[in-house]
């Protein structure tokens, strides 16, 4: 059975940090890309970063560079999101979630994410 359990969320106010973290079980870990998403209410769920299985390759949605890391520890079947320099606009339910595929490159489609954590909430004071 595979779990994903995420946290780190909370409040904070803008221009402060905050660090997500993601615990994996249930599978291979070090063979999956994986992704963060985030869902404000009312909207959409989408994608904020993606790594690949071996950490070598990141993508990062044009709003949170420069400002947020995703990181991976293979020995630790866990998934980072550092978070720095938060905006309001950041506020949102955040989910990480394994990439479907053994050994696949990371995606910006959440249709090819097939395991999802329960998500970490972050509020962000303005």
């Known amino acids: 059975q595979v779990q994903l359990v995420e946290s780190g969320g909370g409040l904070v106010q803008a221009g402060g940090s905050l660090r997500l973290s993601c615990a994996v079980s249930g599978l291979s870990f070090s063979a999956y890309a994986m992704g963060w998403f985030r869902q404000a209410p009312g909207k959409e769920r989408e994608v904020v970063a993606a790594?690949?299985?071996?950490?070598?390759?990141?993508f990062y949605t044009d709003s949170v560079k420069g400002r947020f890391a995703i990181s991976r520890d293979n020995t630790k079947n866990t998934v980072s999101l550092q978070m720095n320099s938060l905006k309001p606009e950041d506020n949102g339910v955040y989910y990480c979630a394994v990439r479907g595929g053994v050994l696949r490159p990371p995606t910006t489609s959440k249709n090819e994410y097939y395991y999802w954590g329960q998500g970490t909430q972050v509020t962000v004071s303005s």
């Open positions: 790594i690949s299985w071996g950490g070598d390759t990141t």
